[in-house]
T-cell receptor
Framework: DTEVTQTPKHLVMGMTNKKSLKCEQH?????MYWYKQKAKKPPELMFV???????INESVPSRFSPECPNSSLLNLHLHALQPEDSALYLC???????????????FGEGSRLTVL | EDKVVQSPLSLVVHEGDTVTLNCSYE??????LLWYKQEKKAPTFLFML????IEKKSGRLSSILDKKELFSILNITATQTGDSAIYLC???????????FGTGTRLKVLA
């Protein structure tokens, strides 16, 4: 079982809706990530938070708004999405491993988003 | 531009076969390479490789990294139908939290 929990597992929303995806981890990891994965494609990095500060934004459209309220929680606020934003949204976390800045990514089960 | 390429893109084998999956990369200031298995949902972690020539092993799976030739292989021996999945390779440049994923190898093991 994954130690990164994502809710909801499935979300259907219209283009005018506002919704949020939530992610929680209790492994003491200080880096948290949002990835987007389309069918038959690898995960694409969207955002990275390190010590609750936004570290990487991969030029993601502003209709996606991340938030890291504390070291265990990561949210992704969604507003005015397009049908092409339909995808599996994966949250991940990582810690420092010996000799390297960050260790492996631990993924949540994902939130499957459908935009109508 | 940093790049990770996996081959083959897909593979169909029979139970009991041995498979070798390849991951080659061009990444500035390489830090680490990760292997993941993805079935229906989240990728599950298999191995993390940082040093050249050291084999990581877990049951029927093993992996090795060649930092000189810039590639890694993932071996699965005595394959089972439960090994059917997409195998993803990700490479992390140093000085950043960014991991670059390859396109994956889709493995199907027939009974």
């Amino acid at each position: 079982d994954t130690e990164v929990t994502q809710t909801p597992k499935h979300l259907v929303m219209g283009m005018t809706n506002k919704k949020s995806l939530k992610c929680e981890q209790h492994m003491g990891h200080r880096a948290m990530y949002w990835y987007k994965q389309k069918a038959k494609k690898p995960p694409e990095l969207m955002f990275v938070y390190s010590y609750e500060k936004l570290s990487i934004n991969e030029s993601v459209p502003s209709r996606f708004s991340p938030e890291c309220p504390n070291s265990s929680l990561l949210n992704l606020h969604l507003h005015a999405l397009q049908p092409e934003d339909s995808a599996l949204y994966l949250c991940a976390s990582s810690h420092r491993a010996a000799g390297v800045r960050t260790g492996e990514l631990f993924f949540g089960e994902g939130s499957r988003l459908t935009v109508l | 531009e940093d790049k990770v390429v996996q081959s083959p893109l897909s593979l169909v084998v029979h139970e009991g076969d041995t498979v070798t999956l390849n991951c080659s990369y061009e990444v500035t200031n390489f830090r680490s390479l990760l292997w993941y298995k993805q079935e229906k949902k989240a990728p599950t972690f298999l191995f993390m490789l940082t040093s050249s020539g050291i084999e990581k092993k877990s049951g029927r799976l093993s992996s090795i990294l060649d930092k000189k030739e810039l590639f890694s292989i993932l071996n699965i021996t005595a394959t089972q139908t439960g090994d059917s999945a997409i195998y993803l390779c990700a490479v992390g440049p140093s000085g950043t939290y960014k991991y670059i994923f390859g396109t994956g190898t889709r493995l199907k093991v027939l009974a």
